[in-house]
């Protein structure tokens, strides 16, 4: 990303000190261009892997008659995207990289996302109530309309288990951008948005009710759909869907979720 | 406190005619009547005691009404603290119908998502199948291959829907006010819409008709003339509800300037549909976001400028007009569209089989049986494959919203890269919607709530999903 090195001519140098660049290679218009630069961190573009596959077809166990039972595949969601981002998608990532940087928060988007045609910044959970508040306040981005937040768990995702999925809405420019924010599920906290967007009251009790995620600063946290003294959060993945047997015209059904699921 | 209440025991040991479901009880909270009917006398009578007793009685009665009560519009909880007649504070208690739909979805295969989601908000289910099929099929990246006619289709059955969906609006609220006349005309003309539903689909509601890929059947036969007759009733049905409440005395003095909200108190509280058009500004999801090719229909977004219970009153009415409009605009594309493919080409994602109406009823079609029984093996394993185990859909997140009757209704929907939905979240708008109920309420009338509430027209199906 830097390109100061090749600044320097080989007459200014000094003897002995060393040129960083080996003279002819300096980054030049095509080095610099978007799709050639590097990301600065090339982590943020790998796949988010948050479980592994085994097998096929749901079989498990001994009696593996598939032939496919050593099969072991990734599941990974879509990595980060290199700009350009494409359309306005760069306008907005441009501006609130600017807003945030400005603001004291210059790492606040940790990567961002372009799949399917929508965008997704994934947020430094520290720094998401400053960020919607720049989303919402800034002219240029004018994010004034929050459709609630969505948890999505993700058990295998070491350390990023419990995600907050934020849609925002910009009546004015007519934008649509999703947030992402992650917390681990020893530490199941992430700032409350209720303060930027007073909507999210309601949504972030019924986060709170079926995945745990504890939205600090809400102005009452309670249970919304559960009863209050119902134990588990009952969205997460390990929190059983319950059922029972039923018996229909002789035959027994199970219920769904002992049922073959096909991976 | 404690003579107060062993003496009202013993009355009621005495008058064996006294509901023993309503009586009065000391708790941590200070005393609490249960109330059945028109019995208030009691707990008139209750607050008299304590006065006389040299307690003070409190200045302020929280009431609870709900969640079986005839007025709040299903099983929703209302906590009202009132001072005389007036509302001092208005909070919702919901989760009484919540039912693990989006639990159970991702127990079941992508497009068995669509028979749960269709029972969320039970009186628009087109619009839950429609964001959801939506939302899967732009993380298959077949939105563009989804036939013409079946997005004709969609468009069709969700004006049609949305026109069912006022009605039920509009009569449950004149029916809570008491004008029972507007809910008798209205459920009437409800019952022609759902009995082109039955036609068109098999069902009145649940219909898991709009699938990811298209939709499930083709138009039957003679469907179209029906709409067509259904959209000629309704040109000179609807001008007669105008007639009967646009400038009818009671109900503009019971509905205007109640529940008022403007545009901000709309924005900050991510309020939708009609209530926020009601501010007069035109937000429309199918003008300003435009899905299922609504950009090709003629139509004008509805507005009114007054903020209340009467504005998004007669909000919802005109758009019932417009929704007539666009059904006339389909079933004339409709008409030029005979015979064309309703689904997907890809085999890998259509649902296998056609039904059809044979000796015994309506079943697999006959033909499609002889194909995988008698002819094609493979096409006997694609179908097993794709019945049981379903179609994968690649890993990503989708958010398709579009404009329901009641707001932005969305899917959230997220996939693993299985074959069934890893989490689907509906952003409903009833849900957020209901949050108005406080600002709306307080500050008001105890009658003036019910307005409110029916202004807003939560349908707690959606709401607690």
Not at chain 1, 117 to 144: C, K, M, Q, S
Not at chain 2, 127 to 142: H, K, P, Q, W
Not at chain 2, 241 to 264: S, T
Not at chain 2, 394 to 419: C, F, I, K, M, N
Request: hydrophobic share 35%.
């Amino acid at each position: 990303m830097s390109d100061d090195t090749g600044d320097k001519k080989p007459a200014d140098m000094k003897p002995g000190d060393f040129p960083e660049v080996t003279p002819g290679t300096e980054p030049d218009a095509t080095d610099t261009a978007y799709e050639n630069r590097l990301p600065a961190d090339p982590e943020q573009l790998e796949p988010e892997v948050v479980g592994v596959r085994q097998g096929m077809f749901g079989v498990r166990g001994t009696g593996d008659t598939s032939g496919y039972g050593g099969l072991v595949r990734p599941v990974a969601m879509p990595g980060g995207t290199v700009r350009p981002y494409g359309g306005w998608f760069d306008d907005v990532a441009d501006t609130l990289e600017a807003a945030c940087a400005q603001g004291g928060l210059p790492n606040a988007v940790e990567k961002v996302v372009v799949h399917r045609g929508e965008v997704t910044f994934f947020i430094r959970r520290h720094d998401l109530l400053e960020v919607v508040r720049l989303l919402r306040d800034d002219a240029a981005l004018r994010f004034e309309f929050c459709s609630g937040v969505s948890g999505v768990h993700y058990p295998d995702d070491a350390g990023r288990e419990l995600h907050a999925v934020y849609h925002l809405l910009s009546m004015t420019h007519n934008r649509r951008i999703r947030l992402e924010v992650t917390c681990p599920d020893a530490d199941p906290h992430i700032p409350s948005v209720v303060a930027v967007y007073p909507t999210n009251d309601w949504h972030e009790r019924e986060t709170y009710d079926f995945f745990g995620i504890v939205f600090d600063g809400h102005p009452a946290l309670t249970r919304i759909e559960m009863p209050d003294d119902w134990p588990g959060h009952p969205q997460r993945k390990d929190y059983p869907l319950g059922g029972i047997p039923v018996e229909y015209k002789g035959a027994t059904i199970p219920p769904p979720d002992t049922r073959r699921s096909y991976s | 406190m404690t003579a107060t209440h062993d003496a009202s025991a013993e009355n009621s040991a005495q008058n064996p005619a006294q509901d023993p479901y309503a009586q009065s009880a000391e708790t941590s909270a200070g005393r609490v009547f249960t109330v059945t009917g028109q019995d208030w006398d009691s707990v008139v009578q209750g607050i008299t005691d304590l006065s006389d007793d040299g307690e003070t009685a409190e200045d302020h009665v929280v009431v609870n009404m709900g969640p079986q009560h005839p007025s709040t519009h299903g099983v929703l909880r209302l906590i009202l603290e009132l001072e005389g007649e007036t509302v001092t504070e208005a909070r919702c208690g919901i989760g009484y119908l919540h039912t693990g739909i989006e639990k159970n979805m991702e127990f079941r295969s992508w497009v068995q998502g669509v028979t749960f989601c269709t029972r969320m908000d039970y009186l628009s289910p087109f619009f839950n199948e429609a964001t959801y099929s939506m939302g899967v099929e732009r993380l298959l990246d077949i939105e563009d291959d989804v036939p013409e006619k079946a997005q004709v289709m969609r468009v069709l059955l969700m004006e049609l829907n949305r026109i069912s969906s006022h009605l039920v609006c509009i009569a449950t609220g004149g029916m809570e006010i008491g004008a029972l006349t507007v809910m008798t005309i209205g459920f009437r003309e409800r019952e022609m819409v759902l009995d082109l539903f039955e036609l068109i689909t098999g069902l009145r509601m649940n219909h898991a008709f709009i699938r990811p890929g298209g939709v499930a059947q083709d138009m039957p036969p003679g469907a179209l003339d029906q709409i067509r007759d259904f959209v000629a009733l309704m040109k000179k049905r609807l001008p007669e509800y105008a007639a009967l409440c646009n400038a009818n005395p009671i109900f503009k003095g019971r509905l205007q300037d109640v529940g008022h909200l403007d545009l901000a108190g709309c924005l900050a509280l991510g309020i939708t549909g009609p209530v926020l058009r009601s501010t007069g500004y035109a937000w429309d999801l199918r003008k300003t976001q435009p899905y299922s090719g609504y950009q090709d229909y003629d139509f004008d977004v509805q507005t009114w400028d007054t903020s209340d219970a009467y504005g998004r009153f007669r909000i919802r009415l005109n758009e019932m007009w417009e929704s007539l409009r666009i059904v006339e605009q389909a079933v004339e594309r409709l008409a030029g569209l005979e015979g064309a493919p309703v689904m997907v080409g890809d085999k890998k994602i259509a649902w296998p089989s056609q039904l059809a109406v044979g000796t015994d009823g309506m079943g697999n079609s006959l033909d499609h049986i002889r194909h995988i029984m008698g002819e094609s093996m493979e096409a006997l394993i694609h179908h097993f494959k794709l019945v049981t185990e379903g179609f994968r859909v690649p890993a990503g997140q989708a958010y398709v919203p579009l404009e329901s009757p009641r707001g932005e209704l969305g899917a959230h929907v997220v996939s693993d890269g299985g074959t069934r939905p890893y989490r689907v979240h509906f952003r409903d708008p009833s849900f957020t919607n209901l949050q108005a109920t406080s600002v709306m309420s307080e500050g008001g009338m105890v009658a003036d709530v019910i307005v409110a509430i029916a202004s807003i027209d939560p349908v707690m199906g959606g709401v607690d999903r």
